[in-house]
């Protein structure tokens, strides 16, 4: 089997960062210097879904990459991954990365997360947690949040505690709307 970086096509030293304006939200593009790919999040679902592939083809043809290696899914509301389905007929992804199960059912996820189940059941599909590392080579990539849970500690050579977020305490339920606040 060849290395990832063959099958890129650009001649990588530096670590790229695209930003799609997937209108709701963002979705990034990284491409570390080895030529990997770390694409956060798709966008949004319905007639927005093709827009949004579109959006995020157009870096990824800027980049010169033939794959991405890693998609994250930072958590499943239509402006994060309602554009996954469309964007997986077009470019081969190797590793689908998100936070387990859904724990905000939803009428217009629904579909795409059975969709989505029988996607990642052909390749690799990790649930992380927070402190797991992303295997980019020449990257310390970690997660740093994940399915409400926060770091408990600082990463490795990051000093002390940050005094800001050491009282940081999850919502459950939302206190302006009152909803639950779930992935």
Known sequence: ??????????????LDIYVMDV???????????????????????????????????AAVRDAGLKQINHLITTHYHGDHIGGLLELAKRIPIQ?????GPNVQPALAIDPILEQYAVLNA???????????????????WRIVTSAGRVLSSPLPGAGSANPYCGG???????PVSGQPVGN
Do not use: C, W
């Open 1 to 14: 089997m060849a290395p990832t970086v063959v099958a890129q096509n650009r001649p990588a030293k530096t």
């Open 95 to 99: 590793e689908f990365i998100d936070h």
């Open 122 to 140: 052909k390749v690799k599909h990790r649930v992380v947690k927070p402190g797991d590392k992303v295997d980019v080579t020449g990257l310390d």
């Open 23 to 57: 209108e709701g939200g963002n979705s990034q593009l990284y491409v570390s210097p080895s030529g990997e790919s770390v694409l956060i999040d798709t966008g949004n679902a319905g007639a927005a879904a093709v827009r949004d592939a579109d959006r995020i083809m």
């Open 168 to 174: 940081f305490k999850r919502h459950t339920v939302n």
